[in-house]
T-cell receptor, first 113, second 111 residues
Framework: DAKTTQPPSMDCAEGRAANLPCNHS???????VYWYRQIHSQGPQYIIH???NNETNEMASLIITEDRKSSTLILPHATLRDTAVYYC??????????????FGKGTLLTVNP | EAGVTQSPTHLIKTRGQQATLRCSPI?????VYWYQQALGLGLQFLLW???????NRGNFPPRFSGRQFPNYSSELNVNALELEDSALYLC??????????FGDGTRLSIL
């Protein structure tokens, strides 16, 4: 699986959009970008994933650059409950290697009142 | 829809004992994954079960083992507990090729 690079921490004001970047310059053509978050003392929560098109669901939007070497997770209106460590993971979608998620250190997003 | 459930929430053992952790996947999910998250460290992949079979395991010693039952629930067994086994043990479930969904884990403390 390709390596990812994320800033260790970010701050965001409550009610504003939170934009979390992720670099994955060695991504392969069959690798998807996944985002999870982990709120303190809880298990990781799946947020969104995508291949090359932008994706949106009820939680967030995922913007992937045209060359697929980086992406941005957008939380449109951050709340205090969005304070968590956010993990960007790149992995093959299917096949024999589709058995584990490799978590890096992630980005600690702190939403401030 | 009920999420992944794990039991117990907390477990306290002493060195040399054995621990059993349990996981119930989301209804319909056939794959169960186990991860270890030691304090200050990232999540480390432990085991993957699908359709009752162990499909792959991470770089952990054989005293970490498990099984998956016909109803797709799973157990993780850790024998001969060591102090460094203290960690949050997370279970996830999925359909093949679909995103994994996690429970809130069992915190295992070794005294």
């Amino acid at each position: 699986d390709a390596k990812t690079t994320q800033p260790p921490s970010m701050d965001c004001a409550e009610g504003r959009a939170a934009n979390l970047p992720c670099n994955h310059s060695t991504i392969s053509g069959n690798e998807y970008v996944y985002w999870y978050r982990q709120i303190h003392s809880q298990g990781p929560q799946y947020i969104i994933h995508g291949l090359k098109n932008n994706e949106t669901n009820e939680m967030a939007s995922l913007i992937i650059t045209e060359d697929r070497k980086s992406s941005t997770l957008i939380l449109p209106h951050a709340t205090l409950r969005d304070t968590a460590v956010y993990y960007c993971i790149v992995r093959v979608y299917s096949g024999g290697s589709n058995y584990k998620l490799t978590f890096g250190k992630g980005t600690l997003l702190t939403v401030n009142p | 829809e009920a999420g992944v459930t794990q039991s117990p929430t907390h477990l306290i053992k002493t060195r040399g004992q054995q621990a059993t952790l349990r996981c119930s996947p989301i209804s319909g999910h056939t794959s169960v994954y186990w991860y270890q998250q030691a304090l200050g460290l990232g999540l480390q992949f432990l085991l993957w079960y699908d359709e009752g079979e162990e499909r792959n395991r991470g770089n952990f010693p054989p005293r970490f083992s498990g099984r998956q039952f016909p109803n797709y629930s799973s157990e993780l067994n850790v024998n001969a507990l060591e102090l460094e086994d203290s960690a949050l043990y997370l279970c996830a479930s999925s359909l093949i090729s679909q995103p994994q969904h996690f429970g809130d884990g069992t915190r295992l403390s070794i005294l």
